[in-house]
């Protein structure tokens, strides 16, 4: 794109001041930002006047969970399927680490962070670890694990994981792919600027996984090494169990789009998404969304109806992704920290949220298909999520947690 052409862009979308600092930069600089002016969409910005209005939602119905008591029922058919189709290869696991953790607050990607008290323990070799007992569990299948990154943390991310030998997972079982990214803006939709010659980027929401894939060209290894399942599961619960092969086995036996594990609620108003349907299709309830008479509504055993909040970790039947691929994911506007160059150039980061970032994320994904399993897991034994330093859902609480599981730290 020529310079003429990007402040033609740039006036059209309202965003002149990126060129502010283009004559202080050098050839290179100038190049790459004329390039990422060419790739970013700009029209994106246009979605900060919605910020904080509610979706449009459609008629929300009661999606039963497969319980705790039904799945140790079948729980030795579950297993055995489980295990077969892991052994068959036809099961991959994919870590979700692009995000930023911004409410960590370290500058390192939140994988490498140390959660351990007497020897170094990070959140990657939780992760890893407990993938190894899959591994183990169906006579040493390594499965493929793939790792989403984005530009702004792969380089780490990589060089540590190589570093720590990649906690004793084959290296040529891990395929890393980087997410896209989306532009960062103020509260009036003006791209904040990271550098005089670079738009803030962030990356573009958790759902960004699979078109990810497909564009970095690994929909040809899926297809290659027949992986028919991929289980998808956040960076950031250190409890996490990928790819079990109880819960393999179930989403395999009932035939389902995608099996989603859930825990049962702590309390009515308790902070997470509900497992649902909506017009008939699976989908997640926000918990400001539950009307009273929601919260109200009873299941035929008496429970709450709408009793069982998702974990972020989700096993896909990958040809239905396929099918969905192409199809457009709504766009949520999220309030962020997001550094900036103030009018004097100097780089600001923030202490409290300051703008905009623009996210897709795997809840419309699920609603794109037709069924979903909901199979409850026990939170003290699956779930411990760090997004915050202290307090709920943190480095402290799941620690705890871990002690409770008998991990040493
Ligand atoms: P969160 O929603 O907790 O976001 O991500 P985050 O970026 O990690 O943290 P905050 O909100 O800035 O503090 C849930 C999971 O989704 C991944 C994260 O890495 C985490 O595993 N994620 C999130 C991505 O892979 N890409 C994204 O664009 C966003």
Same mark, same amino acid.
């Given at each position: 794109?020529?310079?003429?052409?990007?402040?033609?862009?740039?006036?059209?979308?309202?965003?002149?001041?990126?060129?502010?600092?283009?004559?202080?930069?050098?050839?290179?600089?100038?190049?790459?930002?004329?390039?990422?002016?060419?790739?970013?969409?700009?029209?994106?910005?246009?979605?900060?006047?919605?910020?904080?209005?509610?979706?449009?939602?459609?008629?929300?119905?009661?999606?039963?969970?497969?319980?705790?008591?039904?799945?140790?029922?079948?729980?030795?058919?579950?297993?055995?399927?489980?295990?077969?189709?892991?052994?068959?290869?036809?099961?991959?696991?994919?870590?979700?680490?692009?995000?930023?953790?911004?409410?960590?607050?370290?500058?390192? @990607?939140?994988?490498?962070?140390?959660?351990?008290?007497?020897?170094?323990?990070?959140?990657?070799?939780?992760?890893?670890?407990?993938?190894?007992?899959?591994?183990?569990?169906?006579?040493?299948?390594?499965?493929?694990?793939?790792?989403?990154?984005?530009?702004?943390?792969?380089?780490?991310?990589?060089?540590?994981?190589?570093?720590?030998?990649?906690?004793?997972?084959?290296?040529?079982?891990?395929?890393?792919?980087?997410?896209?990214?989306?532009?960062?803006?103020?509260?009036?939709?003006?791209?904040?600027?990271?550098?005089?010659?670079?738009?803030?980027?962030?990356?573009?929401?958790?759902?960004?996984?699979?078109?990810?894939?497909?564009?970095?060209?690994?929909?040809?290894?899926?297809?290659?090494?027949?992986?028919?399942?991929?289980?998808?599961?956040?960076?950031?619960?250190?409890?996490?169990?990928?790819?079990? @092969?109880?819960?393999?086995?179930?989403?395999?036996?009932?035939?389902?789009?995608?099996?989603?594990?859930?825990?049962?609620?702590?309390?009515?108003?308790?902070?997470?998404?509900?497992?649902?349907?909506?017009?008939?299709?699976?989908?997640?309830?926000?918990?400001?969304?539950?009307?009273?008479?929601?919260?109200?509504?009873?299941?035929?055993?008496?429970?709450?109806?709408?009793?069982?909040?998702?974990?972020?970790?989700?096993?896909?039947?990958?040809?239905?992704?396929?099918?969905?691929?192409?199809?457009?994911?709504?766009?949520?506007?999220?309030?962020?920290?997001?550094?900036?160059?103030?009018?004097?150039?100097?780089?600001?980061?923030?202490?409290?949220?300051?703008?905009?970032?623009?996210?897709?994320?795997?809840?419309?994904?699920?609603?794109?298909?037709?069924?979903?399993?909901?199979?409850?897991?026990?939170?003290?034994?699956?779930?411990?999520?760090?997004?915050?330093?202290?307090?709920?859902?943190?480095?402290?609480?799941?620690?705890?947690?871990?002690?409770?599981?008998?991990?040493?730290?």
């Amino acid at each position: 794109m020529t310079f003429e052409e990007a402040k033609k862009k740039l006036a059209d979308f309202g965003q002149e001041h990126v060129l502010k600092y283009y004559d202080e930069l050098s050839e290179d600089e100038k190049k790459a930002l004329l390039e990422q002016i060419d790739q970013t969409d700009f029209a994106v910005l246009e979605n900060c006047k919605h910020r904080g209005e509610a979706g449009k939602r459609g008629k929300f119905e009661p999606l039963a969970a497969m319980q705790l008591s039904e799945i140790e029922a079948k729980k030795d058919e579950y297993t055995k399927v489980g295990i077969e189709t892991i052994k068959a290869g036809k099961v991959a696991a994919c870590l979700l680490a692009g995000g930023m953790g911004t409410r960590l607050g370290s500058d390192d @990607p939140k994988g490498m962070y140390n959660i351990g008290i007497t020897k170094d323990v990070y959140i990657f070799q939780r992760i890893i670890e407990n993938l190894l007992d899959t591994v183990k569990a169906a006579d040493n299948t390594y499965i493929h694990l793939f790792i989403m990154t984005s530009e702004k943390n792969h380089e780490k991310t990589t060089q540590f994981l190589k570093e720590h030998n990649y906690f004793g997972y084959p290296e040529d079982k891990i395929t890393f792919f980087k997410q896209d990214m989306a532009p960062a803006s103020d509260y009036n939709g003006k791209v904040y600027m990271e550098e005089k010659g670079r738009i803030s980027t962030s990356p573009n929401g958790n759902a960004g996984w699979f078109s990810s894939m497909l564009k970095a060209g690994l929909g040809d290894v899926l297809h290659k090494e027949g992986i028919e399942w991929i289980d998808i599961f956040a960076v950031d619960n250190v409890l996490q169990r990928i790819a079990d @092969p109880c819960f393999v086995g179930a989403t395999v036996v009932n035939s389902v789009s995608v099996g989603a594990k859930v825990v049962k609620k702590a309390a009515p108003n308790e902070g997470v998404g509900v497992m649902c349907l909506e017009d008939g299709k699976p989908s997640i309830v926000e918990y400001y969304e539950l009307s009273q008479e929601m919260m109200d509504a009873k299941d035929e055993n008496g429970d709450p109806a709408y009793n069982y909040g998702v974990i972020l970790n989700y096993l896909f039947h990958e040809p239905e992704l396929e099918e969905i691929a192409a199809r457009a994911l709504p766009l949520h506007v999220v309030e962020k920290k997001i550094p900036y160059l103030d009018e004097n150039g100097n780089l600001v980061k923030p202490e409290e949220p300051n703008g905009c970032k623009f996210e897709q994320l795997v809840l419309d994904m699920i609603h794109e298909l037709k069924s979903c399993l909901p199979y409850e897991v026990v939170r003290e034994h699956e779930f411990a999520p760090i997004k915050n330093k202290t307090g709920k859902d943190s480095v402290e609480s799941a620690r705890e947690l871990c002690k409770k599981n008998n991990i040493e730290l």
